[in-house]
């Protein structure tokens, strides 16, 4: 089968990414074939080509945001041939740690992940523990599909870690493939949404969606606000998120990698019961509930189409931000 390595973590630039055959596994007790229909490309995938996030997996194959077909399934699979599924991030949890028994096994500390701790959908066909993969509503076509199954989980939990009060200011720091579904679950919950990037793209997709106000990365917000989140991975818009933050509100940090933060000053970016909260992974929960949600609210996905033989230049577009939205591979 066609897949693509990272065979050397570098900058996007010098090409970290190559093509390589490889033979199409065979799936294990509680494992899944999985032809690959639909992956979408994260700035996850990004971070695990540049090296942000340590090797795991030497000539690992990247992607995690797989819409699939069962092609055949291990012993004491619940799915079986010719089911759609969808493939996420987490792969695996211990399910007995204290964390998993309390219902948190996104902070499981034997967790393994999709395309850094195994092979992922750069390809045309991935292995998926059946367990941690969702049924799809048919609402969603493949190529809709692909990036909720990161970008949109994942900015659902960092808005529930941001806790926006009903009807209450959000603040949304980038506006790429998590932002611009969150905004529109936010948006749908009755939030004033308030965006805050550099591109004038992303700026004018942010206000088609419904956002009330969108600007620069450090513009002064037009009021306080209760909450924020923060997609780009930037550590300096920290303390921009919380300056622009009233009293009581939560910034939510949603990335995997964020680069340092600058020094804070106490009374001007946390005094008056300001917070900020990471966001890690997600739980099955998470995915069930937004996946659930996204069909039922029919939230516009805007998605790029690249072909599986360009996934490296799908990955240097989105270094670039030379688009809005998702990447999406196909075949």
């Given at each position: 089968m066609r897949a693509w390595v990272v065979e050397r973590p570098a900058p996007v630039a010098e090409g970290p990414l190559r093509r390589a055959d490889r033979e199409v596994p065979s799936p294990?007790?509680?494992?899944?074939?999985?032809?690959?229909?639909?992956?979408?490309v994260c700035r996850t995938d990004l971070h695990v080509a540049e090296g942000d996030l340590p090797v795991h997996v030497p000539g690992v194959t990247p992607g995690h945001e797989i819409v699939g077909?069962?092609?055949?399934?291990?012993p004491g699979c619940l799915h079986g041939p010719g089911d759609r599924v969808g493939v996420a991030w987490l792969r695996g949890t211990c399910g007995a740690c204290r964390f998993c028994r309390r219902g948190a096994e996104n902070l499981c500390p034997s967790s393994v992940y999709t395309g850094w701790d195994a092979h992922g959908g750069y390809a045309e066909y991935a292995l998926a523990v059946d367990a941690y993969?969702?049924?799809?509503?048919a609402e969603l076509d493949d190529v809709r599909a692909a990036?909720?199954?990161?970008?949109?989980?994942?900015?659902?939990?960092a808005l529930r870690r941001a806790s926006p009060p009903p009807g209450g200011r959000l603040g949304i720091w980038g506006f790429g493939g998590s932002a611009h579904l969150a905004a529109q679950i936010a948006l749908a919950e009755?939030?004033?949404?308030?965006?805050?990037?550099?591109?004038p793209a992303a700026r004018e997709l942010a206000?088609?969606?419904?956002?009330?106000?969108?600007?620069?990365?450090?513009?002064?917000?037009?009021?306080?606000?209760?909450?924020?989140?923060?997609?780009?991975p930037a550590g300096e818009l920290v303390a921009a998120a919380l300056e622009r933050l009233d009293r009581g509100g939560t910034c939510a940090v949603a990335g995997i990698h964020l680069s340092d933060v600058p020094s804070l000053d106490y009374q001007r970016h946390l005094f008056q019961e300001r917070e900020v909260r990471s966001v890690t992974a997600n739980t099955r929960a998470d995915g069930e509930?937004?996946?659930?949600?996204?069909?039922?609210?029919?939230?516009?996905?805007?998605?790029?189409?690249?072909?599986?033989?360009?996934a490296d230049r799908a990955l240097a577009d989105l270094a670039?931000?030379?688009?809005?939205?998702a990447a999406v591979l196909v075949p």
């Open positions: 294990g007790p509680g494992e899944l074939l999985v032809r690959v229909l639909a992956c979408g077909r069962v092609e055949s399934a291990g993969t969702y049924a799809l509503p990036p909720l199954l990161c970008a949109g989980i994942i900015g659902y939990r009755g939030a004033d949404v308030h965006v805050f990037t550099r591109s206000r088609e969606l419904g956002a009330s106000w969108a600007g620069d990365s450090f513009d002064a917000a037009p009021a306080p606000l209760d909450s924020a989140i923060i997609f780009a509930e937004f996946l659930t949600l996204a069909a039922r609210l029919d939230v516009a996905v805007t998605t790029h189409v690249y072909g599986l033989d360009d670039a931000d030379r688009f809005t939205g």
